[in-house]
């Protein structure tokens, strides 16, 4: 798996792009909430040390990871961010819901990448089990939700350049 090969909170602070000025939405599911929230909590971190502002941070709650792609087109349509970061989990259980969540999120996710002239981030863990969950938010394989603010940076940074 391409996580044992990378530390999902590892990443070189000379690499990130300057983000002071940087407005960034976070829709964030409740469900699954000792995950989600300590994916939430990882990148406010992380954007905190990059000197995202506080004041040009905001979170969105939503029930599932389903509602992410609402709730990430929500943010987006007020039109105050630069980019968007959606954080989600889903597990794997004993009936195919997993994949049909996995499928949408991912889907709708890419149709709002599309579709609006801003980044839209995946920090969306979907793992088999709550023990690969844990490993990726905060455990042995880091935590997805600093590498989803460092992507969120450099994404918003790319478009800022080609599109000024």
């Known amino acids: 798996m391409a996580t044992s090969l ?67 087109k929500i943010l987006a349509d007020s039109r105050k961010f630069d980019g968007i970061i959606c954080l989600g989990c889903v597990i794997r259980g004993e009936t195919p819901h997993f994949d049909y969540i996995c499928q949408s999120v991912t889907q709708g996710i890419t149709s709002l990448n599309v579709k609006y002239s801003i980044p839209f981030i995946f920090g969306v863990l979907t793992t088999n089990d709550l023990s690969q969950a844990k490993d990726r938010s905060g455990g042995k394989h880091g935590n997805k939700g600093v590498e989803a603010a460092i992507t969120a940076i450099k994404m918003i940074t790319l478009n800022k350049q080609l599109f000024p």
């Open 6 to 72: 990378k530390n999902l909170s590892s990443f070189n602070p000379d690499e990130v792009p300057p983000a002071k000025h940087m407005k960034i939405g976070i829709a964030a599911s409740e469900w699954n909430s000792e995950i989600t929230d300590a994916l939430l909590r990882a990148t406010l971190d992380t954007l905190a040390k990059s000197r995202v502002e506080e004041k040009n941070i905001t979170v969105l709650r939503v029930p599932g990871s389903f509602e992410l792609i609402s709730g990430a």
